[in-house]
């Protein structure tokens, strides 16, 4: 699920943010994890960006089928009030 | 005349209410009920048909203190007359905190509310989905505080009747759909503020058990912070309002892209950091690297001066080396016994000249002493002594030559020798000087 890689992703960048101010790794594996934080950051960032802000109403048919549509206030019309 | 009482009765007593103990409790197949209402002076009959059996929200136990409303009449084939109750309520409680006790005890014994069932909820959802009425507050409320926090939330609302007969039903089925979905990260099931009987449906069992069945992480929002439903127990986190719901799930957008850019930077930082650390001690090498040649360098040079002394060393040594060979060859040279031969060689017959001559002298000299002595003997001679007229006397035959007269015997033969020629004499007397 895309939820677990981003917070997978928040958290490895987290642990190599760490790993690297401890600072006693040797220079070729800091240049390695450097390189993977600086992937998982951008893929974080574009994981953010990408996403589209929507609501939608899961309803079911007449048929029984349950169906997605977006969500507009006029949906409220239908149920009586809580 | 049975016939005749129960139309009495049933006309008489169509409408009562009693208060009493549950006892002698007994539910067959049938579904109708049956049990004695007892209180300390005396007891009554009474059946719960099934109808109104099931329409019970708590369950009849032995014992239950009860107000019952209900109809008399008679049983005919017994002759025995009864109350055939409408309404059962538990006294002191209402039937509804009793039903949310008894279900809560039951629900526990299974396990459901155990905190090691609980599932996490994810830290950065990217679909919410909403169980709850599109029309109440609930609903405005969450939408309003996910937009806030997360502007870019995918939000799936399920919606359903939040109280009532279907509401346990439809909320079940919601939760179930979600489920199905599988792209839904994290639940939020409630409702806004109401009575305990407004919110009975996220007390039914229905309920309870589909938010244990789901295998989304299901937030409960039910009510306001006093309101406790058997659904808050058994979700996987309580949530006291929907709109507290709404902030545990979604984090802050803007503080998570600050969080992100801040980890960039800092990861650029340290990298950077790390580098020129790396590039210090890199110089250093390198620094370390020139010493070495050039303390190599002044190794080689120094190594060169002393060969070079060591060379002429050797030359010295060899010089001197050679000097003396030379020394005691000339010694030796000196010493060379062919030499001392060829000069002994001249020197031998210089030698025996001179020896010769000396010989030649020497042996003058001895002849000449050797005359003189002979002449010397001459003079000596017994001969010449015998020339003058002396004789030798011998003994015969030893040859002895006479001295003294008593050296002899009469009748001693002796021999004289004369000057020319001997005489053989026998001695006849003896004359002894002292005769004379």
């Known amino acids: 699920m895309a939820a677990v890689k981003f917070e997978q992703a928040m958290a490895r960048l987290e642990a190599i943010v760490g790993e690297l101010e401890k600072s006693d790794l040797p220079l070729d594996e800091s240049l390695r994890i450097f390189e993977e934080g600086i992937r998982l950051s951008k893929n974080c960032l574009k994981i953010l960006e990408e996403a589209e802000h929507k609501v939608e109403v899961l309803v079911q048919d007449k048929n029984g089928k349950k169906r997605i549509h977006a969500y507009s206030p006029d949906d409220a019309a239908d149920e009586p009030s809580s | 005349m049975t016939g005749l009482l129960r139309t009495s009765i049933e006309a008489q007593f169509s409408d009562i209410w009693l208060e009493g103990e549950l006892s002698n409790l007994r539910a067959p197949g049938s579904g109708h009920v049956y049990c004695t209402l007892k209180d300390k002076a005396s007891q009554i009959r009474a059946v719960l048909f099934r109808s109104t059996a099931v329409r019970l929200r708590f369950a009849l136990q032995e014992g239950l203190h009860v107000i019952v409303r209900g109809r008399l009449t008679v049983y005919e084939p017994r002759g025995e007359y009864q109350i055939v109750l409408d309404t059962v309520e538990p006294k002191g409680i209402g039937a509804l905190q009793l039903a949310f006790e008894q279900l809560k005890e039951r629900l526990a014994m299974e396990g459901l509310f155990d905190q090691d069932r609980k599932k996490s909820i994810p830290a950065f959802p990217r679909t919410v989905g909403v169980v709850t009425s599109l029309t109440g507050a609930a609903i405005r409320d969450i939408l309003a505080v996910l937009r806030r926090r997360w502007p870019t939330l995918h939000i799936l609302i399920a919606p359903v009747q939040v109280q009532g007969e279907n509401a346990g039903c439809q909320i079940a089925e919601a939760l179930i759909a979600l489920n199905k979905l599988g792209s839904v990260d994290v639940i939020i099931v409630g409702r806004g503020g109401g009575s305990l009987e407004d919110l009975w449906s996220f007390n039914e069992e229905i309920v309870v058990r589909a938010i244990a069945g789901s295998h989304v992480p299901v937030v409960s929002a039910v009510g306001h912070e006093i309101d406790v ?102 010694d030796l040279s000196g010493l060379n016994p062919i030499l001392a031969i060829k000069q002994g060689l001249a020197i031998v017959p210089q030698f025996s000249k001179r020896l010769e001559g000396q010989m030649g002298v020497m042996l003058a000299q001895h002849r000449y002493r050797i005359h003189a002595k002979l002449a010397q003997l001459n003079t000596l001679s017994p001969l010449a002594i015998l020339r003058r007229g002396y004789s030798i006397l011998q003994t015969v035959p030893a040859g002895q030559i006479l001295h003294r007269a008593n050296d002899v015997g009469v009748g001693q033969e002796l021999e004289a020798q004369l000057a020319s020629g001997r005489l053989s004499c026998t001695v006849t007397q003896v004359f002894d000087d002292s005769s004379v």
């Not at chain 2, 808050?232 to 309580?238: G, N, S």
């Not at chain 2, 340290?270 to 620094?287: K, N, P, S, T, Y």
């Not at chain 2, 370390?288 to 060393?313: I, N, S, W």
Request: hydrophobic share 45%; glycine share 4%; aromatic share 4%.
């Open chain 2, 229 to 330: 439903t058997l659904a808050d127990f058994v979700a996987d986190l309580r949530a006291p309002t929907p709109s507290a719901a709404a902030e545990a799930v979604v984090p802050v957008l803007t503080e998570t892209v600050e969080r992100l850019r801040e980890l960039k930077v800092r990861l650029g930082q340290v990298m950077l950091r790390h580098c020129a650390f790396e590039r210090q001690r890199l110089d250093a090498g390198i620094r370390g690297v020139t010493d070495v040649r050039f303390r190599l360098q002044e190794a080689a040079q120094r190594t060169d001066d002393m060969v070079d002394r060591l060379r002429e060393m050797v030359q010295q040594l060899l010089t001197a080396w050679r000097e003396r060979v030379h020394g005691v060859q000339r």
